[in-house]
C-alpha cells in the first residue's frame, strides 16, 4: 500500500510511523523546513525552552505504548511538587481551590474556605445542587452551560481561565458538546454537577487524574524519537502539498516544487484551511466546511530571571489570568513545574498572550507587555537575562458552537474516498495525546481498509 501522508507534525508523524511500521509505502511532505509542528525545544543561554505544548497527557493507552515502543518511557518525568496553580484576582495571585476540576468544584471545604468568591457567589454555586437538569439537546457554549449551574463569578475566575488556557479560546464561544460532553450527561444523568463530581472523586480514587508527563530534554524528545524510527519512509520536507486529484488508479498530490507524488491513499495532517485547499477540486462540501473552522493567534514568551530578582522563588505551576484582566492569559513557571528548565541561580517562566491586540506587535512590544505582567504578578525587579518569543499566528484551532455538526459534514463529504484521512488538532481534540491518537487511528484506518479490499 502507498501512502502519502501531508503534514509533519505530531499527527501526521504517529501515521507515517504505524504505516511503516506495518508494511506500508509512506512518503511523508511537510512544507516547514523541520518537522513536529507546534512541538519544538530550544536552548537558549543554558535555558530549557518550548515554543508550543510543554507536557502531554499520559491517560491514552494508545500514546502510552506509542512512547514505550520509543523507548522514551524511561526519559519521562512528572511535575515536581508542589502542583499549587493561582488565579490572578483582585490584583494578587490567589490559590486555586483543591478539587477543582474544570472549573466544576469537586471538594466543598476548599471551595467554601476559597479567596477567589464573595459569600454570596458561593451560594450562587451552591445553587447547582438544587437546580433543575437543563432540557436542551442542542450544542451550547462552555460558558452559558456553566453560568446557568454556577453563576458568572465562577465561570470568570475559574472555568473561563481554565478551560479556555486548555483550549486556547473565550469559554463562551467554545462548544460543549465537542469538548466536555460529559458535564452535559453529567447534568442529565445525575442533575447536579457539584454531586456528580464528588461521586465520582469518591469512585476513582487518589489515583482517578491522568498524569502529566514531559521528557527530560524537552518536548522534542518525542519529534525526534519518531522521525528516527521512520525507517523507509520519503521524507521531504520544505515541500508543501497544493492539490490533491484523484487519477484512474491513485491519487495524486501535486507539491510546491512543482513535482507530483501518487498514492493509494492519504492521510492530511495539515491545519484546516490548508487541508480545505488541498480538497477544493476533490471534495468541494469539504472543503468549504473545512474553511469555516475558526483559528486564533497565540504567543509563548519565555522570561529568564536570576532568582535574586524575584521576592521568593516561584513555588508551583503558575498562574491562570481571567479574561482581560493582563496582558497575559496565563504563567507558567517553567523551572518550578519542570527540572532542568533553567541553570543554577535562575528562573524560568512562560506567559501566554492571545490577545489579538497584543500580537500585533512586534516581538520586542510582547516581552514588554509578558515581563510587565509577570514582574506585577511575581514581585521581579529588573529586566528579563533571556527572553524568548514563538509566534503562532491563526494556528490554534477552536472549537466553537456547532463544531460536531460542521465536522460531521466534512466527514461526509469525504464518504466517497474511503482512502482519504484526516487528522490533526481541528477535529477530534488538539492536545499532544488527541494528535497522536488520530494519527495513529487513521493508520489503523486505511490499513484496515486494504485489507478488506484485498
Known sequence: MNVVVVGGGIAGLSAAYALASRGAAVTLVERDTRLGGKIGTDRVDGFLVERGPDAMLSASPAVTSLLADLGLTPELRAPREPHAVYV???????PLPEGVGFGIPTRVLPFARSALFSPREKLRAALDVVLPAGSADADEAIGAFLRRRFGDA???????????????????????LALLP???????????????????????????????????RGMSSLVDALASRLRGVDVRTGVGARRVARTMACYAV?????????????????????????LEDLAPSTSASLRSFPYRGTAAVSLGYATRQLDAPPAGHGFVVPDGALAIAACTWSSAKWRGRAPAGSVLVRATIRDERVLAGDDRSLIAAAHRDVARAMAVSGSPAMAHVARWPA??????????DRLAVVDAGLAAHPRIV?????????????????????????LETERVAA
Open 395 to 404: 494556528a490554534m484551532p477552536r472549537y466553537t458552537v456547532g463544531h460536531l
Open 182 to 216: 460529559r458535564l452535559r450527561e453529567a447534568e442529565r444523568t445525575q442533575r447536579s454537577l457539584i454531586l456528580a463530581g464528588l461521586r465520582a472523586r469518591r469512585r476513582a480514587g487518589p489515583r482517578a487524574d491522568a498524569v502529566l508527563v514531559a521528557p527530560d
Open 254 to 278: 501535486a507539491l510546491s516544487d512543482g513535482s507530483q507524488v501518487s498514492a493509494d491513499a492519504l492521510v492530511i495532517a495539515t491545519p484546516a484551511p490548508v487541508t480545505a485547499a488541498l
Open 154 to 176: 465562577v465561570v470568570e475566575r475559574l472555568a473561563g481561565p481554565l478551560i479556555g488556557g486548555v483550549y486556547g479560546a473565550r469559554v463562551d464561544e467554545l462548544s460543549l
Open 88 to 94: 490572578w484576582h483582585a490584583g494578587r495571585l490567589v
Open 422 to 446: 484526516l487528522a490533526g488538532a481541528a477535529y477530534r481534540g488538539s492536545g499532544v495525546p488527541d494528535c497522536i491518537a488520530q494519527g495513529l487511528a487513521a493508520a489503523t484506518r486505511l
